[in-house]
């Protein structure tokens, strides 16, 4: 083995976990506090139980925020456990990594804008088509 | 007024959200203990969930790290074509790992040398599936559920190279 790559690669995963961790750590407290403060009946008010409308409100939350993946996955977990629709986490998980209006302006200069105006629109749909579709097979198998 | 403006370029977004967070939990801490009692147990319930896999999560990015690289992707997705090329974006996508602009220069090349926009979309969409965070999805998700999202997003990512394909062919990129 490389000693270098090996110092190379390990410092590369130790920092992309490092650098979200103040992000991790702040999403994480402010889910507890939701969990205390926010009762379990205001979700319900925001997603209505219509798989199609709470795949939408999902994919639009994802796609407006951004960040490490692992966020997503304890957002939607914890979420998931308030009792808001699978569809809907799933929707969001996929917006969040797929969606990139952050990287936007960059990938318009170095891609293309119709190309990265198409791929983020064609992603976003599939967001909740991605939803619908994995939860119902889920469902059968 | 310099003051403030020099202040919000001093601490970031990150740095000011977890700053409110702790504000907010010894202001609960000082008014009602009790209940920061009961938040702090909440929240260290979740951390204590995930801490073991942040391990886990570490190993298997250093092991990306070490033997994914753009150049080896750019080599193999050179030398293949056609369904070849396919597996190579979608493999490619969900092995790569780090920042996206750190991809950009390895797409950017792709695109000059002539190769189809549609295989830089599935690229980008595929590097949605994150090996190393699987253990983590797995603790809140199930199995089947993992395998599901999976297959299905690898689909969608084809799917979504082939309308841009289509789009480039028609001449609306």
Do not use: C
Not at chain 2, 12 to 27: G, V
Not at chain 2, 88 to 113: E, F
């Amino acid at each position: 083995m490389n000693k270098v790559k090996v110092k190379q690669s390990a410092v590369k995963a130790f920092k992309s976990i490092w650098n979200s961790s103040l992000l991790l750590l702040s999403i994480i407290m402010l889910i507890a506090l939701f969990n205390s403060f926010i009762p379990k009946s205001f979700y319900s008010k925001i997603f209505t139980g219509n798989p199609l409308i709470d795949s939408i409100i999902g994919a639009v939350v994802g796609s407006v925020l951004a960040g490490n993946p692992i966020t997503s996955y304890i957002i939607g977990g914890e979420l998931l456990k308030q009792g808001i629709s699978l569809i809907a986490i799933i929707a969001f998980i996929v917006a969040w990594v797929t969606v990139g209006l952050i990287q936007f302006p960059a990938e318009s200069i170095i891609l293309g804008k119709n190309f990265a105006l198409i791929r983020n629109l064609t992603s976003f749909v599939f967001a909740i088509i991605v939803a619908l579709l994995s939860v119902s097979i889920w469902m059968i198998l | 007024m310099k003051f403030v403006s020099e202040l919000k370029e001093k601490i970031s977004f990150t740095k000011a959200f977890f700053i409110t967070m702790l504000l907010i939990y010894l202001l609960i801490a000082f008014f009602n203990f009790n209940k920061f009692i009961k938040i702090a147990n909440f929240f260290s319930s979740i951390i204590f969930k995930i801490l073991p896999v942040l391990v886990l999560i570490f190993i298997l990015m250093f092991l990306v790290n070490y033997f994914v690289s753009p150049k080896l992707i750019l080599k193999h997705f050179n030398k293949a074509g056609g369904l070849v090329g396919w597996i190579i974006m979608v493999l490619g996508g969900v092995l790569s790992s780090g920042p996206i602009y750190m991809w950009y220069p390895l797409l950017a090349d792709l695109k000059k040398k002539g190769v189809k926009q549609g295989f830089i979309a599935t690229f980008l969409y595929n590097r949605a599936i994150k090996v190393p965070l699987m253990p983590l999805f797995l603790i809140y998700f199930d199995f089947k559920m993992l395998l599901v999202l999976t297959f299905v997003m690898i689909v969608f990512s084809i799917i979504q190279g082939l309308i841009i394909n289509y789009l480039e062919d028609e001449k609306v990129l």
